[in-house]
């Protein structure tokens, strides 16, 4: 029987260009992300001694089993987190000073803001400590950081 399912494999875990500048078709001859997570999960669990007399009893179907769920967990989480940088500053939890100082300085989306350093936002004009606390907070929020 023939499953259906599509499978998020999280694309080409490792492009690289050839001459042409067009990415080789790695799909069929490589490694996507989601065979990367589970390679990396699978040898976590192996390398570790507590797991050990588990996999012995369960069988290499309990591994694998247990590598594609981290894997696909892995794949999830990382969707989640693109699909919320792409995300307008708008939607965080900020002050509308703070959002108007964003504006000013055409800092449009999350993943924008995310890739700011603390010392450079201090430099925009209104934007004081309030407002960078403001900033910090609400992406601690999400799970998510200025640049260090």
């Known amino acids: 029987m023939i499953n259906d399912v599509k499978t ?3 694309g080409i875990a490792f492009p690289c260009e050839n001459d042409a500048n067009k990415y080789y078709n790695w799909i069929e001859k490589g490694m996507t992300m989601r065979d990367y997570f589970a390679a990396k999960a699978m040898q976590g669990m192996l390398a570790n001694p507590k797991l050990q007399e588990q996999i012995l009893k369960a069988g290499q179907s309990w591994i694998e089993e247990s590598a594609w769920a981290v894997a696909d967990a892995m794949l999830n989480t990382r969707g989640g987190k693109n699909k919320l940088l792409s995300q307008s500053v708008a939607t965080l939890n900020l002050y509308m000073r703070t959002l108007n100082c964003l504006r000013a300085e055409n800092i449009q989306t999350i993943g924008e803001l995310c890739n700011q350093h603390t010392h450079d936002l201090r ?26």
């Open 8 to 10: 998020n494999d999280g």
């Open 123 to 148: 430099k925009v004009p209104n934007l004081g400590k309030v407002c960078l606390n403001n900033i910090v907070a609400a992406l601690a929020e999400h799970g998510l950081k200025l640049k260090s």
